[in-house]
């Protein structure tokens, strides 16, 4: 996390908010409005992604005609903390991630504790997400796109 900072009184998130003020202009309108939106980062709400939890990190790669190399694509899915809906993010022109994995555990409940999006160069972005266990992820990307998907009521 550039921004987001933790000390024994809890998370920070002044400075991140700040510096998304000045760098929103900097953003997609897309990428600006997931980062701009305090829902996104509140303890309950339906489309927080804090609580939320992975279900899935697909990382998907596909040859460019006519050019060398291949165009990486990722999609998260997340299960919203009411576990009533699943959030879909995927990052396209995807240039790096990383995925940490904390140690192992019987427990598969890993939720998002918090995320930060931030500018690494003109046009190029990156998102970091940190789970309750120590894992999280982050990805550079030039493109972002967020969906929503409920989830059929369970027939009892």
Known sequence: MNWIRQDEQGWHFDAYFDYLAG???????????????????ALRGRDSLHDARMSAFRVEK?????????????????????????????????????????????DPSVDVLVHEVSVVEPGRYRHTVLFDNGGGYAVEF???????RERAPSRM
């Open 23 to 41: 760098a929103a202009a900097d953003l997609p309108d897309t990428l600006r409005e997931f980062a701009l939106d305090l829902g996104n980062y």
């Open 62 to 106: 596909s040859a460019v005609d006519g050019a060398e190399g291949a165009t990486v694509s990722i999609e998260v899915v997340l299960l919203d903390q009411q576990f009533e809906g699943e959030m879909l993010m995927t990052y396209s022109g995807v240039v790096g991630y990383l995925l940490q994995e904390a140690l192992c555990s019987d």
């Open 142 to 148: 030039s493109g972002f796109t967020r969906a929503r």
